[in-house]
């Protein structure tokens, strides 16, 4: 079984690990086994489904990517609200 220092296989994060099949069943005609099991977070492995492990890997990479254009644009909203002294309508509830 691929293991990764205790990190997802797809996208590196670390934490609870599920096994997730690396050529998903639906596709196999026979089971291959151990060799064909790696560690991957609960969120990659539902993601996953039935992709390859080409096609799950530019999907994490997009997928962080996209995260981490989210968080550069909220933190300049935040920045813009502080300057501006506006307040976010929807905080606090």
Known sequence: ???RRGRCVYCGANGDLTKDHIIPRS???TP???RNVA??????????ADLSPGQMRLLAND?????GRLNRIARGVDRLC???????PLQGR
């Not at 502080?82 to 976010?88: I, K, P, Y």
């Open 82 to 88: 502080r300057e501006r002294g506006l307040q976010d």
């Open 39 to 48: 560690h991957s977070c609960g969120s990659c492995n539902a993601l996953k």
């Open 32 to 34: 291959l086994g151990p």
């Open 1 to 3: 079984m691929t293991k």
């Open 63 to 67: 997928m962080r990517s996209v995260a």
């Open 27 to 29: 596709v196999l005609p």
